[in-house]
């Protein structure tokens, strides 16, 4: 089954294994309800872990996986990434999964810029790394990203003029 990014494991949260995410997904209730299982990307190994609790601090998730309570068993999995099963059914027609940008190719004006490489997240908005002639990082706002066709695999952009050296 294919898998979705739902976040990164930034820091451990006490001694008892609780380990803090940086959510990268509207389905937390869903992801990360009791009994979910949750991957591990541990340097391309992995792991299936199941969700025994998780709750909400300071803007980031904290969750615990069954038999992991212990900050000694979660420490080595700091700064990778934590991943679920694809669901469609939790999408709106319209919407889709930041990993499904990945691959699409960038129009700026109908002009070919590139391919989006990868998908960096933040708290005020996204940003695509697209490579092209250059790499190019384009905020996902809608001052620039004027369509977004997951279908046909293709983006098209509005960047003003210096954005990027069309050369």
Known sequence: MEKVIVGQIINTHGIKGELKIKLSTDFVTE??????HLYIDNHGEMLDMTVL???????????SFQDHQDINL????????????????LLEDDEYYIGDLIGCEVYNHHDFIGVVQDVQLYEHHDIFVVRGKQK??????DAFVKEINIDTKRIDVSLIEGFYDED
Do not use: D
């Open 31 to 36: 992801r990360f309800q009791k009994n979910a």
């Open 53 to 63: 609790s998780y709750r909400f601090h300071k803007g980031n998730v904290l969750v």
């Open 74 to 89: 979660v420490e080595k999995y700091k700064g990778c990434k934590l991943y679920a099963e694809k669901n469609l059914e």
């Open 136 to 141: 190019i990082m384009i905020p996902y706002v």
